[in-house]
T-cell receptor, first 113, second 115 residues
Framework: DGGITQSPKYLFRKEGQNVTLSCEQN?????MYWYRQDPGQGLRLIYY???????QKGDIAEGYSVSREKKESFPLTVTSAQKNPTAFYLC????????????FGSGTRLTVV | AQKITQTQPGMFVQEKEAVTLDCTYD???????LFWYKQPSSGEMIFLIY??????QNATEGRYSLNFQKARKSANLVISASQLGDSAMYFC????????????FGKGTRLHILP
């Protein structure tokens, strides 16, 4: 079955370390997205990519970086510059500009200690 | 300014009753789409329903319907005959037209269905 795989489900890192969250999709979707979710804040867009080798900053891109070298993959790196990285991170993809909603991964809960 | 506003942080509803979750939006773009998502405690996001700005009729998907009031910029989700499994966070979201293909979300409403 097609879908989006985020790994790992839980991730612990020490403060000051960079960490990369994986997102892979086999839906042949063009666009991919990273969202951050904090309690009471809803989902906030970090980065998105509409085609391979191109991506745009979302509303809260500072302290994060991404790459889109393959259509299937959109990894997110949380750098040491991100002041408060502990959060739930959701990756999503979408086929194109249609009425379809996003397909989401199951999320990665990152805890920085 | 918030583009998606969900004014109900939490709601308690008796099982089998209908429930309306409020959502208002703000856009000057004539072409846009509105979405509702459900997030159970497991964290996954489940797509429920979509309404396009040019759609003449309200969207329906099973027990879910979207009460689209374009002039009021309102897109309320109605769940008929609520079930215990409907207990979750519900998010309203909007995609505007134009080149940017991103969806922005409201802060959500936590729905509790009481037995």
């Amino acid at each position: 079955d097609g879908g989006i795989t985020q790994s790992p489900k839980y991730l612990f890192r020490k403060e000051g370390q960079n960490v990369t969250l994986s997102c892979e999709q086999n839906l042949n979707h063009d666009a991919m997205y990273w969202y951050r979710q904090d309690p009471g804040q809803g989902l906030r867009l970090i980065y998105y990519s509409q085609i391979v080798n191109d991506f745009q900053k979302g509303d809260i891109a500072e302290g994060y970086s991404v790459s889109r070298e393959k259509k299937e993959s959109f990894p997110l790196t949380v750098t040491s510059a991100q002041k408060n990285p502990t959060a739930f991170y959701l990756c999503a993809s979408r086929r194109g500009r249609s009425g379809e909603g996003y397909t989401f991964g199951s999320g990665t809960r990152l805890t920085v200690v | 300014a918030q583009k998606i506003t969900q004014t109900q942080p939490g709601m308690f509803v008796q099982e089998k009753e209908a429930v309306t979750l409020d959502c208002t939006y703000d856009t000057s773009d004539p072409s846009y789409g509105l979405f509702w998502y459900k997030q159970p405690s497991s964290g996954e996001m489940i797509f429920l329903i979509y309404q396009g700005s040019y759609d003449q009729q309200n969207a329906t998907e099973g027990r879910y319907s979207l009460n689209f009031q374009k002039a009021r910029k309102s897109a309320n989700l109605v769940i008929s005959a609520s079930q215990l499994g409907d207990s979750a966070m519900y998010f309203c979201a909007m995609r505007e037209g134009g080149w940017d293909d991103k969806i922005i979300f409201g802060k959500g409403t936590r729905l509790h269905i009481l037995p």
